[in-house]
């Protein structure tokens, strides 16, 4: 369910504002030891058309630490739109007309200009925002495509650094994990790659065998362990957690079935969550477990309520 317009105004009202706003007491979201946390990802259906929506949700469910994805972290610092509809771009299944292809050619130079101008102050103004409400940015996910070139991989680790984020995560391939390895070395951050349960493509963070490959490509590549994925490709999360805990950045924490199935409310999946939790407790390895909101919720309900069962749940899991 997305937040009404009248909704947003009632979160924004009963927030303190975020500009100017006195930093507030830190949110402890860490329960016997284990820092739970979540992926700013979960919140993309109110970071639209505010995304600093998405910093007081953090604050009403009660979260200390956040896993920032590249998109909001731009966005929170003022860079422009990089085109597309609202730039005059065309329709789903329409051709764009040369007016609307030379206004997103114009609106991607002019964010292209933004971000070679953006520098570490740039996101130590984003870091600021967070900090101000209570909330650490442990890390920032950015992911890498294919046919990004290494200066496009590098600005990702120069935002990454801004930030002060202890690591970096990231949704990519195989192939990208080896252009990345030596970049990542070279800053001395440890990148964790998200995996998925696409087993059957073997450019995919996915088997076990690919985690493997790309741990091995460099010192600095690691691991984000997606639970969910994990256990929908039918693994072991909790045995994977004890042979490789010294590569993982964080931990995504959701529920799915397994065989590749789909995902699920907290508790009504295949996914370890608990013997995950209690082994985090137990080792105090010190990686977050950040939960990534995506089994689909019924529409008396809303983002704020599902996130603060998925917190409960895990505290809970930790108890």
């Keep these: 369910m997305l937040y009404t317009r009248r909704d947003l105004g009632k979160m924004a009202l009963a927030s303190v504002p975020l500009a100017g706003a006195l930093r507030a007491a830190k949110i402890d979201s860490t329960f016997y030891g284990v820092q739970i946390g979540a992926i700013t990802y ?5 970071a639209s058309p505010d ?23 731009e966005s929170l610092a003022g860079a422009p739109s990089a085109g597309g509809r609202g730039a ?7 051709a764009a007309t040369p007016e609307q292809t030379a206004a997103r050619q114009a609106a991607q130079a ?13 996101w130590k103004a984003v870091t600021k925002k967070f900090n101000d409400a209570g909330i650490d940015v442990a890390l920032l996910c950015y992911n890498m495509r294919d046919s990004m070139t290494d200066e496009d991989i590098e600005y990702g680790f120069r935002m990454a650094e801004g930030l002060g984020a202890k690591a970096m995560s990231t949704s990519t391939t195989l192939t990208m ?14 990148v964790g790659y998200h995996g998925h349960d696409a087993t059957n493509d073997a450019n995919q963070t996915a088997t076990l065998e690919s985690y493997d490959i ?23 999360a909790v045995d994977f957690i004890k042979k490789h805990h010294d590569k993982i950045t964080n931990l995504h ?10 995902y699920t409310p907290f508790g009504q999946g295949d996914t370890p969550i608990k013997g995950v939790l209690q082994l985090l407790k137990k080792e105090k390895y010190g990686f977050p477990a950040n939960i990534e909101l995506e089994y689909r ?3 008396e309900s809303n983002l704020i309520a599902e996130m603060k069962k998925c917190l409960a749940y895990c505290k809970d899991c930790l108890a």
Excluded: Q
């Design 253 to 262: 924490v959701k529920d799915m079935k397994r065989d590749h199935g789909t």
């Design 214 to 236: 790309l741990m091995a490509y460099g010192k600095y590549n690691g691991v984000n362990l997606d639970i969910g994925h994990f256990t929908a490709a039918n693994y072991d």
């Design 51 to 73: 995304v600093e929506a998405i910093i007081r949700a953090y604050v009403e469910i009660g979260l200390g630490e956040a896993e920032l994805m590249s998109n909001h972290c």
């Design 177 to 190: 994990a080896k252009r990345i390895a030596p970049i990542a070395d070279k800053h001395k951050l440890l």
């Design 297 to 299: 919720y019924p529409p």
């Design 110 to 122: 002019t964010l292209t200009k933004w971000r070679a101008d953006a520098n570490a102050n740039t």
């Design 42 to 46: 979960s919140f993309n259906s109110i």
């Design 88 to 94: 005059g771009g065309a329709g789903r299944g329409a």
